[in-house]
């Protein structure tokens, strides 16, 4: 994400959208009731007097609708955004601007200090190289990109040819693995902009890859690091990132940051440590100065409870941190199953 233009105190935040994870991003900062500006495509109105009216032609024009709905859709990399046109042609219509990457808009609403960090955040990650996540085992290959709303599942490439066969054909069987792997890893990376891949994995398989890559495709083979873990499939995606290998390839990661978090809060919890969850206990925790980071849902955030922006405001008056976290991933459902708002603390508050 790019900032054109800020002028916050007319409440206007230009933005270039670059990837799908700032459409993600969008789709937390802009909220109904807030106004938008972008170039839209629009049909020109037909002649009421043809006898044969013909489709009318699309011209590009600039519109501002009040927003009313938000739609995030991953899979066709699109945002819509919907509401009532405010400004340019046909005021008080209705219209949808489909925003993806390369596209420009500018909000203009308040700004709160979240929604303000959530932009600088943005604004970084645009500057991280994306990571390629494969956990490999003997049968199979799982793949998934890291983005700032979680894991990407791409898919899983099995391994045909088990069983009782001869040394030769087992070799012949896990070459022609190897090389499919490969080759989709290529794809991915050139299509997706990715500069590191993390290849993980139980047992032996992943080092005999690694062995495959630097003898046959060894330009991707400088772009892999490898490391352990317990099992391959979706869990053992999900376990990369919880071992903190993507971190160690970006040290910045956004999802290892939350997920790292959110697995020591919960640690905390378990031990009757420093941590405490539910609005009334953090708030307690909150007018006390306890806080020393505060965790909160995006969904949480966005329904607007009462007391809760209120929390917000008095944690960062004491100078603790806000992090906001994903509910895209399993960090974040975790988050939610204990109500969604919780606190690492520097002192026992006494309640909980």
Known sequence: MRILFKDLRHGKIKLTVESLDDLWHLRHLVEPGDTVISSTWRREQEAGD?????????????????????????????????????GGEDIGGHHS????????????????????????????????????????????????????????????????????LYAVEREA???????????????????????ASIVAG?????????TFLRDKFHELFQKIKLDNISSGGRAGLYEIVRRGSVERV?????????????????????????????REEVGHA????AIEKL???????????????????????T???????STEHDAGKQLLSVGGIAALLRFKTGTG
């Open 173 to 195: 069987c896990e070459k022609k693995f190897f090389s499919n792997l490969a080759k989709t890893m290529n794809d991915i990376i050139s299509r997706e902009g990715v500069r």
């Open 286 to 289: 909150a007018s006390i100065g």
């Open 50 to 86: 043809k006898l044969r009216p013909e489709r009318p032609e699309k011209r590009r024009v600039t519109l501002s609708i009040r927003v009313e709905k938000v739609e995030f859709h991953k899979h066709a990399n699109r945002l819509r955004i919907l509401g009532t046109i405010v």
């Open 97 to 164: 601007f489909s925003l993806e990457p390369k596209s420009t808009l500018t909000i203009v609403k308040e700004w709160k200090p979240h929604l303000i960090r959530r932009v600088r955040d943005a604004v970084r990650a645009s500057r991280r190289p994306r990571v390629l996540l494969v956990a490999l085992d003997d049968s199979s290959a799982e793949l998934a990109l890291v983005c700032q709303y979680g894991l990407e599942e791409l898919g899983t490439i099995s391994r045909y040819g088990g069983g009782k």
């Open 250 to 278: 970006s040290r910045d990661d956004r999802l290892s940051y939350e997920t790292s978090l959110v697995e020591r809060l919960m640690s905390e919890i378990a031990r009757g440590e420093l941590a405490i969850y539910g």
């Open 202 to 210: 139980p047992g032996f398989t992943k080092d005999g890859f690694a």
């Open 319 to 325: 100078r603790s941190d806000v992090v906001i976290i």
């Open 295 to 317: 965790l909160v849902a995006d969904e949480l955030l966005r329904s607007n409870l009462v007391g809760v922006e209120k929390i917000l405001e008095e944690t960062r008056k």
